[in-house]
């Protein structure tokens, strides 16, 4: 007889029984279910795909080669009629390694709207108040490496119970007399039911900082359009080096954030308000693979690399620019230098 296996149904990995709790764990992200729950939400899963898709995916695996570089690891997409010479990364030449396996291909894109002239119009804009850059860091030979890249986004919808509990007071204050009066009300405070925090996304590319493209969001998801080859015409793509299971925890504390705010929203008219206990508890996650476009690029100095990036859909900025020491030292130093003459003109002014 075959042992049945289940899968999370938010991180995808899999669950085993603890004998403890009674209930199908998840070692990864910590959730657990009753057998009950757990065969409930798999009879609602599909368990055929659309020819449609099955089409997609051939068409995908056939038409998309991938590139390695050996310097960094990156490892790049894009389609049989597009050649990748070098690294967006680091620079370096790539290696055509192979075809892409069936299982990389998205399920959701959204096409580039700013041109490489829009990005680097941006670019320009944003470095040049910007005194202390190496000069390099804004040479035409460094802004040929600003690279049209679709990175990897996992983006999950997660239905959340919530159950939270608080205090509120109403302080209300008022003069009688030679009296001065204060009430204070206190109300105890209850939310509970179901939230689902919708398109909730991650990268899935452990090259490129977090942080940068949480800096460059949001995308509009009203733009997003079913995976095609077509969209790659022109553009690379990342291929995902973290799956559903590692960027989970932090898909989670943006859902529970999101859910809390919504929380907190609710709760008005109080003079203040303390929480006594809050759960979000994260039932299960609907998740797309998706790629978003970014105009990326990448500058080393002094060993260190510095990332800047476009949302290549909205045109929002974010980066850190370099900070060279010579320049800083030689302004620096001319400063010094016209203070010590308009010193020198004035103290000998004064002393006629």
Excluded at 150 to 165: E, I
Excluded at 305 to 311: C, D, L, S
């Amino acid at each position: 007889m075959e042992s049945v296996k289940y899968t999370c149904p938010n991180c995808c990995a899999d669950l085993k029984f603890d004998p403890l709790q009674q209930k199908l764990t998840c070692e990864y992200c910590l959730s657990s279910f009753t057998v009950e729950e757990i065969k409930k939400l798999c009879s609602t899963t599909e368990n055929s795909i659309p020819k449609e898709e099955v089409q997609v995916a051939d068409d995908f695996e056939n038409n998309t080669h991938l590139y390695r570089c050996d310097s960094c690891g990156a490892e790049i997409m894009a389609d049989a009629q597009e050649t990748a010479t070098f690294c967006y990364y680091c620079h370096n030449p790539v290696i055509l390694s192979g075809k892409m396996g069936g299982k990389y291909k998205p399920d959701k894109v959204i096409g580039f709207k700013l041109t490489k002239e829009n990005a680097v119009s941006s670019f320009k804009n944003w470095i040049g108040k910007r005194w202390f850059v190496p000069s390099d860091f804004k040479s035409e030979q460094q802004l040929e490496k600003l690279t049209g890249l679709y990175v990897p986004f996992w983006m999950a919808d997660c239905h959340v119970n919530v159950d939270y509990s608080g205090t509120g007071k109403k302080v209300r204050s008022w003069t009688s007399g030679s009296y001065r009066y204060t009430e204070t009300s206190t109300y105890h405070i209850v939310r509970k039911g179901e939230l689902v925090t919708r398109g909730v996304p991650a990268d899935g590319e452990t090259k490129i900082d977090d942080l940068l493209m949480e800096a460059i969001e949001p995308f509009d998801y009203s733009e997003l359009k079913d995976f095609s080859m077509s969209y790659l015409s022109g553009f690379f793509a990342d291929k995902y080096d973290e799956d559903k299971t590692q960027v989970f925890p932090r898909i989670r504390l943006r859902s529970e954030q999101a859910c809390a705010s919504l929380v907190k929203d609710s709760i008005s008219g109080y003079t203040s308000v303390s929480p006594l206990a809050q759960n979000y508890n994260i039932t299960h996650t609907d998740w797309q693979y998706t790629m978003l476009p970014v105009w990326f690029m990448s500058y080393k100095y002094n060993n260190k690399v510095y990332e800047f990036a476009i949302n290549g859909q909205t045109g929002k900025l974010a980066g850190t620019p370099p900070l060279s020491k010579a320049k800083l030292a030689l302004f620096s130093c001319s400063i010094g230098a016209a203070v010590s003459i308009i010193s020198m003109l004035f103290g000998g002014i004064i002393s006629l």
